[in-house]
């Protein structure tokens, strides 16, 4: 990837690192392959089938995250794209997923027979990953804006055995509004934003010349916008996940700052997640966010040897 | 899922639920289906464990554009009316499934069957059997005199590596 490009990106990366060393440490990592993680499916396998299933195709199988034996990675060589292509694949018996990608949903923790709502749900990685949790009890309703995209989603939860979906196609505010008209309310909300996508350069660096600052100050308004419609169809004491794969604070801490301004009963919760998080900021440029801020996770690549992400847990207080 | 029209979601009552259960017992000895059926056009069937009732869909449905319910899990034949699975058909009701069981040999077929093959075998049989590779269920074929025609989708068959 060409930084020098692009300067004001690397000028806003430099000043969100610590220091010299991190942000050495941070441009290193994107040139450096990522790793082939995937989940396993419980709703048609378990971890120790699917492990030895794989293995007996001589792949060497790690389970890299303490108590989640369903993160699989492949430490072996494999052909380019024989991760998506394998038989177990084809059969539903994983689904091939970033790291990262996997945390937004061990924060919201979905349980049998809860009304959830993935507002941009396709691909659909993390709506498998809440049916599979939800055990396909319960009501997951799946948006997306684009029948393409659509398309792509419902492939994915029909390879997965996804049984509890109702999958909807609108503008995700929208949607919202229509919802809300129905008294229909949620016990938690999935909001994993459209964003700049300056988390996923290292897996997909093509994207990196695209970047440019105006489309973090549009996607910021959008995220707004579909923030503040979910919170409206959360159910008093419900949870509501925010995540986008960048870390442009426009498009990550600004967001929850303006919902905790503009919604008197809103709180950020502590998250514990099972990889290294830092703090959300409190301040970026001439703004000064909430001190609630500090309890948002920003994952960086160099911490982890994964992608980038950002993710707030938000709760509806009475 | 349809993009050319829009086609209304039919949750299928007791009595057509009743139709496609006796249908499942006696093709395959399936005594249960874990949910509603939601049938979309003519003959795709679709599973669904969706904890809303009827009419709460039903409601939702009047003013946002569903555009599909649970897991398409079984079509009916168009010729004969009788029911043939997908692959997560059989993969849901792996445990009910009694009768009309084909059991693959080894895996060169089994990788001839993922590929969308047909398998040159003759069962003796005329029918729609289900397809078994070890613990792996990969849907319906339908047995003739020598062979064994396949019906998995294009984009679910095994690719050649290239």
Known sequence: MNFESKPLFVERMKKLL???EDAKEYFEILSKPELKSFRVNTLKTTPEKLKEMLEKKNWKIKQPIKNHP?????????????LGRSLEHILGYYYVQEITSMLPILALNPKPEENILDLAASPGSKTTQIAALMKNAGTLIANDVKLQRIKILASNLERCGVTNEVITKSDGAALCRKLKMKNFLF???LVDAPCSGEGTFRSMPKTFPAW???????????????????????????EIVYSTCT????????????????????????????????????????EIFSDELKNTCRIYPQDNNTEGFFIAKLKKIK | MDNQKFIPLKIMNERERKEILDKLNEQFGINEIPGKIVARGKD????SSVGLSDTELKNIEDSIVIERVGVYFAKVDDLTGKIRLSIEGSQIFKNQIKKNIFEIQNNEDFEKWMKGQELNISTG????????????FVGTGKASAEKISNF????RRLKERG
């Open chain 1, 187 to 189: 016990d938690k909300i």
């Open chain 1, 70 to 82: 369903e993160i699989m990675v492949v430490d072996s060589k494999l052909f380019p794209g024989e």
């Open chain 1, 18 to 20: 610590e220091n010299e």
């Open chain 2, 44 to 47: 795709r069937l679709f599973l």
């Open chain 2, 125 to 136: 049989k005329k029918d729609f059997l289900i397809m078994k590779y070890k613990d792996n």
């Open chain 1, 247 to 286: 870390h442009a604070p426009e498009e990550n801490e600004e967001i929850i700052n303006y919902v905790l301004e503009k919604f008197k009963n809103i709180r950020v919760e502590k998250i514990t997640l099972p990889v290294k998080c830092r703090s959300g900021i409190t301040k970026w440029n001439d």
């Open chain 2, 152 to 155: 998995i989708p294009k984009n």
């Open chain 1, 212 to 238: 440019n600052i105006k489309k973090i100050y549009s996607l910021s308004r959008i995220q707004k916008n579909l923030l503040e419609n979910a919170i409206e169809v959360l159910k008093p004491n419900g």
